[in-house]
């Protein structure tokens, strides 16, 4: 369809244990990112990549950390999930600037 | 800092009625986008702004960006309850990386 999943859709984990989340494009779309969305935050941008190794980090990367070692596939790591980081997270594509957001379907994140 | 400003949060109205939702921001930037968002689901692309003047349209909504002011509108003529949904902004940080700072988004509920 649009050519951007993300998996799992809903994950359950504890508090403490290490969580990676993937994002796959089918696009060839350079720009990739991770937002998350709260109640009353709108989205925020945890970190974003403009290329193969290259990443860079956003407003809110305390606790995460991402790879791309493909160009279709950016991975974000809660190194060890705590409950702030419960929330839904999408992943974004860009061909670049003046181009927009493509989104992903999010992945709902509870953290117990 | 880019700060982003959407208001109204939350706009109840009638089917039929004419309403505007605003979208500030702090520094300056001349491309916008606009997002919607249904209950649960992902965030599709409405318009894409990308110079001073710019006017969109696309049914009953329409958008506008004053980069001199910092100002973006959105504008819904007759609204109907299929518009019912969170509509966002987001201003692009000139990072040169399309990375893009979002508002709060205005819930938008149409009743008969």
């Known amino acids: 369809d649009a050519g951007i999943t993300q998996s799992p859709r809903h994950k359950v984990t504890e508090t403490g244990t290490p969580v990676t989340l993937r994002c796959h494009q089918t696009?060839?779309?350079?720009?990739m990112y991770w937002y998350r969305q709260d109640p009353g935050h709108g989205l925020r941008l945890i970190h974003y990549?403009?290329?193969?190794?290259?990443?860079d980090k956003g407003e809110v990367s305390d606790g995460y950390s991402v790879s791309r070692s493909k160009t279709e596939d950016f991975l974000l790591t809660l190194e060890s999930a705590t409950s702030s980081q419960t929330s839904v997270y999408f992943c974004a594509i860009s061909e670049g600037v003046g181009y927009g957001y493509t989104f992903g379907s999010g992945t709902r994140l509870t953290v117990v | 800092e880019l700060k982003v400003e959407q208001n109204p949060l939350f706009l109840s109205m009638q089917e039929g009625k004419n309403y505007t939702i605003y979208c500030n921001y702090s520094t300056t930037s001349d491309r916008l986008y606009w997002y919607r968002q249904d209950p649960g689901k992902s965030l599709e692309s409405l318009f894409v702004l990308l110079s001073n003047g710019a006017v969109k349209q696309e049914g009953r909504l329409m958008a506008s960006l004053d980069t001199k002011a910092r100002l973006s509108t959105l504008h819904i003529t007759a609204a109907v309850h299929d518009l019912s949904a969170t509509y966002f902004c987001?201003?692009?940080?000139?990072?040169?990386?399309?990375?893009?700072?979002f508002g709060k988004g205005t819930m938008l509920l149409v009743s008969p």
């Open positions: 987001a201003v692009d940080m000139n990072s040169g990386y399309s990375t893009l700072t």
């Open positions: 990549s403009y290329g193969v190794k290259d990443t």
């Open positions: 696009e060839n779309h350079r720009y």
